[in-house]
């Protein structure tokens, strides 16, 4: 399957996408299932039991906006069963040391050790950080500032290398994104970080500049779509529903299957213990060779509830 016109070229380079929608937790923002009204079909494996790290599909537990409760909820995140967690060196919307705190918790009590552990960070500009709260030297060089970072986030983390690194938005000039990039590529080199890539990056011509100018490529673009953006009005639609419910899902959970589908990772920020374990037996389903959409048609379905341009074949 493939995307048509203007989208292609820029989910060419589309690994991970932040959705989000609403939740009824203040503060929250997440897109999970609607805690039961439509009862998820369990898996047969334990819960706990991991997924393959670095297999497709998979859905990574997001951590912004948690604050406190953020040791906590990875916690309940990695015991519940995922094994992929994006953070932030960002004390502004991010507890990147509870992210830390949560996983090695999880992972005493279940046994495992980092390998086992996917852990996704982001190097934040200045402009997008608290000044009160600044986890670099705010008058350092830039190449410095990110360097810093890094080694803060080594700090928070409790890890000697990170999976992947995120420039978590464009510099405001070229020249300074590409000085972002090349540090970040010499981390690679370092084998400090395993991966590197972007976020908040939404003009496909933005991001295929940077592709053709890196020297290692980006391998994760993690952009978002929620409530504010209106895919949610399309849930609603009776014919989703309708699907959903021959499904035994909910139309949250539906819209996970979907993206999946169509090659993209979700992420998810959910604090809801049930939440969590609907999303990891939605992967479970899929990996046990279970087709959510049973013919193309679904799916053409869906897309075109959307609004988004699919091609099948």
């Avoid at 670095?54 to 916690?75: C, E, H, M, Q």
């Avoid at 010499?186 to 400090?192: E, L, P, R």
Wanted: net charge negative; charged share 25%; with cysteine.
């Amino acid at each position: 399957m493939r995307l048509s016109s203007v989208h292609a070229s820029f989910f060419l380079f589309l690994v991970l996408v932040c959705l989000a929608a609403t939740h009824e937790d203040a503060g929250e923002v997440e897109m999970s299932a609607d805690g039961g009204q439509h009862p998820v079909q369990r898996g047969v494996t334990a819960r706990n039991e991991p997924l393959a790290l670095n297999s497709f599909p998979r859905i990574t537990y997001g951590t912004a906006w948690k604050k406190d409760a953020t040791d906590d909820l990875v916690y309940n995140a990695i015991v519940t069963g995922f094994r992929h967690v994006d953070t932030a060196c960002q004390p502004k919307h991010y507890n990147e040391k509870g992210v830390g705190e949560g996983w090695t918790r999880a992972a005493r009590d279940l046994g495992l050790s980092r390998n086992d552990i996917w852990l996704q960070t982001k190097y934040t500009s200045i402009d997008g950080q608290d000044p009160e709260r600044l986890p670099y030297d705010g008058l350092a060089p830039l190449d410095e500032q990110i360097r810093q970072s890094l080694t803060k986030s080594f700090e928070n983390l409790q890890t000697s290398y990170i999976d992947s690194l995120v420039m978590h938005g464009p510099e405001d000039t070229w020249e300074k994104i590409l000085t972002v990039w090349r540090v970040f590529e010499s981390f690679v080199d370092q084998g400090k970080v395993r991966q590197i890539g972007i976020s908040n990056f939404y003009e496909p011509d933005a991001v295929e500049y940077l592709y053709n100018q890196a020297r290692i490529k980006p391998a994760v673009v993690q952009n978002r779509f929620y409530a504010d953006s209106d895919y949610d009005t399309a849930l609603g639609d009776g014919r989703i529903i309708a699907l959903a419910e021959e499904k035994g899902m909910s139309v949250e959970l539906l819209m996970y299957a979907f993206v999946i589908a169509i090659g993209i990772t979700p992420l998810d920020g959910t604090t809801n213990k049930d939440h969590m374990a609907e999303d990891i037996d939605l992967l479970r389903r899929i990996k046990g060779g279970e087709n959510i959409f049973g013919n193309d048609d679904e799916l053409k379905l869906f897309a075109e509830i959307l609004g988004l341009p699919l091609e099948i074949g």
